[in-house]
C-alpha cells in the first residue's frame, strides 16, 4: 500500500513558524492530499487539502511540491493551542471505497 | 449545528457483553464511518456507510456490526465484547458527490470519540 511518511514528533517555540512535512513519493495522480489534526482528547479536525497548487487557509498553508512526492504543512505562527498529532493523509491507489487512511502522523509540541 | 455527536463518552463492560455505540449527524451528510484509535497508533477504519441502507467494511471490521436506516444514525455494534476491543472509537461523516463513494474532496467531520474498555 501507498503510504505518507511524517516524522514521529517535532517541537517549535510558540510564536514561531512550523513547517510539517510529509513524503508521499507513490501518490497518484488524480489523489487529493489532506491534513487533519488532533488535539488532546478530541477528534480529528479538518486542516487543509490540496491537489497540486499551494493553498492558504485561516489555519494554515500547504505547500504541495512540483512532482507531488512531498508536501509540507505550514503554521505561520505556532500557539500552544497548535500543540496536536498532525496527520498527512492520501488514498491509498487501487483502494476501490477505502476512503481515509490514518497514519501515525507527527505529534507537535508548541513550548511557550 | 450540534456536527457529530457520540454517545456514550465512556464506557466500561465485561467480556462477552454487547453495546451499542451511537453516532448522529445533523448535516444531513451521506457518508458516514467509524474509526478507533489505540494507543500510539493512527486511527484504523472499522465500518463506513455512503448512504441510507448501504454500508461496507473498513480495515479492522471483526467483531462490529454496523446498520444505517436513515441518513442521521449510523450506530457501531459489539456482539460479544472482547479485551482486544478496548479502545477509543471515532465516529466521522461527510458529504459526498453521489452515492457511488467518498470523495477525497470533501472534508470529515470528527466527533468526539467513546472511551471502551473491555475487562
Known amino acids: 500500500d501507498a503510504k505518507t511518511t511524517q516524522p514521529n514528533s517535532m517541537e517549535s517555540n510558540e510564536e514561531e513558524p512550523v513547517h510539517l512535512p510529509c513524503n508521499h513519493s507513490?501518490?497518484?495522480?488524480?489523489?487529493?492530499i489532506h491534513w487533519y489534526r488532533q488535539l488532546p482528547s478530541q477528534g480529528p479536525e479538518y486542516v487543509i487539502h490540496?491537489?497540486?497548487s499551494n493553498v492558504n487557509n485561516r489555519m494554515a498553508s500547504l505547500a504541495i511540491a512540483e512532482d507531488r512526492k512531498s508536501s509540507t504543512l505550514i503554521l505561520h505562527r505556532a500557539t500552544l493551542r497548535d500543540a496536536a498529532v498532525y496527520y498527512c493523509i492520501l488514498r491509498v491507489p487501487n483502494s476501490g471505497n477505502t476512503p481515509l487512511v490514518f497514519g501515525k502522523g507527527t505529534r507537535l509540541s508548541v513550548i511557550a | 449545528n450540534a456536527g457529530v455527536t457520540q454517545t456514550p463518552k465512556f464506557q466500561v463492560l465485561k467480556t462477552g457483553q454487547s453495546m451499542t455505540l451511537q453516532c448522529a449527524q445533523d448535516m444531513n451528510h451521506e457518508y458516514m464511518s467509524w474509526y478507533r484509535q489505540d494507543p500510539g497508533m493512527g486511527l484504523r477504519l472499522i465500518h463506513y456507510?455512503?448512504?441510507?441502507?448501504?454500508?461496507d467494511q473498513g480495515e479492522v471490521p471483526n467483531g462490529y456490526n454496523v446498520s444505517r436506516s436513515t441518513t442521521e444514525d449510523f450506530p457501531l455494534r459489539l456482539l460479544s465484547a472482547a479485551p482486544s476491543q478496548t479502545s477509543v472509537y471515532f465516529c466521522?461523516?461527510?458529504?459526498?458527490?453521489?452515492?457511488?463513494?467518498?470523495?477525497?474532496?470533501?472534508?470529515?467531520?470528527f466527533g468526539s470519540g467513546t472511551q471502551l474498555s473491555v475487562l
Open positions: 490540496g491537489l497540486t
Open positions: 466521522a461523516s461527510s458529504h459526498t458527490p453521489g452515492r457511488t463513494g467518498w470523495s477525497l474532496r470533501e472534508k470529515l467531520f
Open positions: 456507510s455512503v448512504g441510507a441502507g448501504i454500508t
Open positions: 507513490t501518490i497518484s495522480g488524480t489523489d487529493y
